[in-house]
């Protein structure tokens, strides 16, 4: 909402995929997240020609209708369907 900065209001998740053995020390996934962070936000205050290399850049989005996205989120929820989402007004 609002107080973490959305001006529009939505939710998204974050899956991860996990092998057994991928990490040594197994929250070290969370140190290597937090790196990747920092390189895309790096990334991102980079020049237009290497800006444009990264994935998902939000100058790379382009405007949805809430139509749109609410049929987004349908389809999207159908991969989800043992999680509650009622918390989410949903």
């Known amino acids: 909402g609002p107080d973490a900065g959305q001006t529009v209001p939505h939710v998204h998740i974050h899956i991860i995929p996990r092998r057994a053995g991928d990490f040594a020390v197994n929250d070290q996934v969370y140190e290597d997240l937090d790196r990747k962070e920092a390189e ?37 929820r159908r991969l989800f369907p043992e999680c509650d989402f009622t918390w989410l007004g949903l």
Do not use: F, G, Q
């Open 40 to 76: 895309l936000a790096k990334a991102m205050s980079a020049p237009p020609a290497i800006k444009a290399a990264v994935p998902d850049s939000e100058d790379d989005r382009k405007p949805r209708t809430e139509v749109e996205m609410a049929e987004e989120a349908a389809r999207l």
